[in-house]
């Protein structure tokens, strides 16, 4: 078994074994190979690139090709334990319908993305004078599928506004290494490269379809 | 109550080395959706590999509409190589090393299985259009009292492509539990306005040739061959693409130097539809090209469940793996992902791979690597999921 990318590995973490699993935007599948191997997980993933699908597919992965902005709504309500959205929201078009699409199919869900509050990423901002290019978020402004970025302060009153619970906010540093950390406090949204947040639906959330 | 015996096939076999096959006399009746009933009836099929001892190996393949059971080995009739010998074989990607695959001929079809070129037992002379009316489902309930006769109550997969995809699908939605896991290939859950408009210009082209006796050809000696022949030709155009079509004729001449000022073959692409046409008319029965094609006109799973096609699908625990192909217009991409869609709402188990190719819909019988991939890696992941070896 390959070695897990450090995020994926901390959002693997938080699932228990043998959980019926939806991982939106798979990429290549190795979080849900991973999970169905070494948890024994009930696995489907969703996928935009049509080429990776059809990867994962011939490694014997349950995958479509599909739009997390389009295709969430035909799912019915509360049938995953887990549904992860990892390090996607960002280029979604409406991060907020699929936010709630999330917390109504998933009984959890467990979302990582980029933190565009990053020190880095405001300093350049403000030293440069430009859209700011990291490592990790490496696109000019006009072609970057990154069309929604925040900052976990952002992602936070979006969580609080659809009215979702956070289990726990995972901040994950620079040395690759989690922390867990409070969402509304202001030191991991300036040091944190990237969040992941477990959630679930609050009793105000928005009506099931 | 029934017995196994060689298929009686309509034509003397040309390559008289090639394995006939099966054929299974039912003496029990097979009830039809039309509501009429065939008292007695025969299914001829293929088997390549061997069953295991816990019978959890069985490959289902179901055929397309001018195909058989001839799937990976030499069809008899014609000489030529299985229809879908790039997949099915021994280290192929349905390794019949692993699986045990059985190909049965439908009803309505004229290779040896119940159809309307066949003698009625009652009159004693050919059904034909005295044959009822059959259905996907029908072919599907027919290939289950294969298995119920064969002894094999669980389908590892069920696979097919086109007209077998259709029987997938109904195979997946009828009788859930018998199916571990579907493959249907370039298919649609119901036959569109567009492609019964083609079917009936070739069911047309059949009924205007003189020689198709209104249906009673065989009694007359004669054969529609020209209308069959049409009918293949406009037919296999739709198998094609436009970019295939283009790339492989463009305008080139057909042996001559310049256009003839005539209506003869001057178009290498008239000459190869010619050719298709022909070859087509030595192989297939008239008749039964109009009950097979009005078979598929027929087929609409959602209307079989109140208009839902989710409903066929509640509660399945099936694996699915549909695919489709890019320059298929005649199955389109959207007809293959309407039914990912209607399994997606009822939560089920299911794959959607899209291959790109300008070969058209006959890409599911050639040389696809992506497909057999596909294949490979899904059937290995249902049989890991039941212990198959």
Known sequence: MKTLRPDLAAIAEMIPPAASVLDIGCGDGSLLEYLTAAKGVDGRGIELSQQNVNAC????????????????????????????????????????????????????????????????????????????????????????????????????????????????????????????????????????????????????????? | MAETANPRFLRTPVAPGGDPGQAYDFALPLRLDCGRALAQFTVAYMTYGTLNAAKSNAVLVCHALSLDQFAASINPLTGKLGWWDVLIGPGKAIDTDRFF???????????????????????????????????????????????????????????????????????????????????????????????????????????????????????????????????????????????ALQRKFGRALQNREAISFGFGPDFQIESYLHHQGTSFVDRFDANSYLYITRAMDYFDLAADHDGSLAEAFRGTRTRFCIIAFTSDWLFPTAENKRIAHALNAVAANVSFVEIETDRGHDAFLLDEPEMFATVRGFLNSAAASRGVK
């Open chain 2, 101 to 243: 695959v059985i190909c049965p001929n439908v009803i309505g079809g004229c290779m040896g299985s119940t159809g309307p070129a066949e003698i009625d037992p009652a009159t004693g002379e050919p059904y034909g259009l005295t044959f009822p009316l059959v259905t996907i489902d029908d072919m599907v309930r027919a290939q289950a009292m294969l298995l119920d006769a064969l002894g094999i109550d669980e389908i590892l997969c069920v696979i097919g492509g086109s007209m077998g995809g259709m029987q997938v699908l109904e195979w997946a939605s009828s009788y859930p539990h018998r199916v571990v896991s579907a493959i249907p290939i370039a298919t649609a859950a119901r036959h569109s306005a567009q492609n019964i408009a083609f079917h009936e210009v070739g069911r047309q082209a059949i009924i205007a040739d003189p020689d198709w006796m209104g249906g009673a050809y065989q009694r007359h000696g004669t054969r529609p061959a020209k209308g069959l022949a049409v009918a293949r030709m406009a037919a296999h155009i739709t198998y094609l693409s436009e970019a």
């Open chain 1, 57 to 209: 597919v011939a490694r014997g992965l349950s995958v479509i090709q599909g739009d997390a902005d389009t295709d969430l709504a035909e799912y019915p309500s509360q049938v995953f334990d887990i549904v992860i959205l990892s390090q996607t929201i960002q280029a979604t078009r409406s991060p907020r319908t699929v936010l709630a699409n999330l917390l109504r199919i998933g009984r959890k869900a467990i979302v990582s993305f980029p933190n565009f509050g990053h020190w880095r990423i405001r300093l350049s901002l403000l030293a440069l004078g430009r859209m700011p290019r990291t490592p990790s978020l490496d696109y000019a402004w006009c072609d970057t599928p990154n069309i929604h970025l925040c900052t976990i302060a952002d992602f936070a009153a979006l969580a609080r506004e659809q009215g979702a619970v956070t289990e726990r906010a995972l901040a994950f540093g620079e040395e690759g290494r989690t922390h867990p950390m409070s969402a509304d406090s202001w030191g991991p949204n300036l040091f944190a490269e990237s969040a992941i947040f477990l959630l679930h639906a609050g009793g105000n959330a928005p009506p099931k379809n």
